[in-house]
T-cell receptor, first 114, second 111 residues
Framework: EPEVTQTPSHQVTQMGQEVILRCVPI?????FYWYRQILGQKVEFLVS????????KSEIFDDQFSVERPDGSNFTLKIRSTKLEDSAMYFC????????????FGPGTRLTVT | GDSVTQMEGPVTLSEEAFLTINCTYT??????LFWYVQYPGEGLQLLLK?????DKGSNKGFEATYRKETTSFHLEKGSVQVSDSAVYFC??????????FGKGTMLLVSP
């Protein structure tokens, strides 16, 4: 069964460094998402992406964040200058369509900022 | 704004016990409701869903009924197995593509 994959599974970085989290969505999916979960808190929506542009974003997704689909298979989340509070589990998801279509999630990348 | 509240975990049960994980929500309009499950080392998987009031979602022995009057979507299973040990997330989607999740409830089932 096709699945969403994410790399790395765990990333440790120092405050102020840039990180790129990578996701490979399911190949025939058109919508892509990033969510995050800070330890002990809720899973929160960050951004959705369709047709090579952001379709929705939350208040969390500020100028420090960016997303890209660089090569037609990968979907990346970049954090320009990490802060301690960016430490979280980051989930990528993809779906065939909008709204009524199921979102398929990857296993997550645990980001630890020291 | 939209929000989901689910019971704190962990929930610890013996095999074959009855499971209930409570979930209540606040949303505008008529949201769709979901339960996702995350097994260790894996991504969130859709377990079941309900798209309108009084709908019952069911899968793998789990059930949840969309109760508009109590704004609830409690997850139940009559007889849990060790393999059901996982984290369960209640979520809603109210008209847009994004999902609003609860914090998740860890279920631990012992033999």
């Amino acid at each position: 069964e096709p699945e969403v994959t994410q790399t790395p599974s765990h990333q440790v970085t120092q405050m102020g460094q840039e990180v790129i989290l990578r996701c490979v969505p399911i190949s025939n999916h058109l919508y892509f998402y990033w969510y995050r979960q800070i330890l002990g808190q809720k899973v929160e929506f960050l951004v959705s992406f369709y047709n090579n542009e952001i379709s929705e974003k939350s208040e969390i997704f500020d100028d420090q964040f960016s997303v890209e689909r660089p090569d037609g298979s990968n979907f990346t989340l970049k954090i320009r200058s990490t802060k301690l509070e960016d430490s979280a589990m980051y989930f990528c998801a993809s779906s065939q369509g909008d709204r009524s279509y199921e979102q398929y999630f990857g296993p997550g990348t645990r980001l630890t900022v020291t | 704004g939209d929000s989901v509240t689910q019971m704190e975990g962990p929930v610890t049960l013996s095999e074959e016990a009855f499971l209930t994980i409570n979930c209540t929500y606040t949303a505008t309009g008529y949201p769709s409701l979901f339960w996702y499950v995350q097994y260790p080392g894996e991504g969130l998987q859709l377990l079941l869903k309900a798209t309108k009031a009084d709908d019952k979602g069911s899968n793998k022995g789990f059930e949840a009924t969309y109760r508009k009057e109590t704004t609830s979507f409690h997850l139940e299973k009559g007889s849990v197995q060790v393999s059901d040990s996982a984290v369960y997330f209640c979520a809603l989607r109210s008209g847009y593509s994004t999902l609003t999740f609860g914090k998740g409830t860890m279920l631990l089932v012992s033999p």
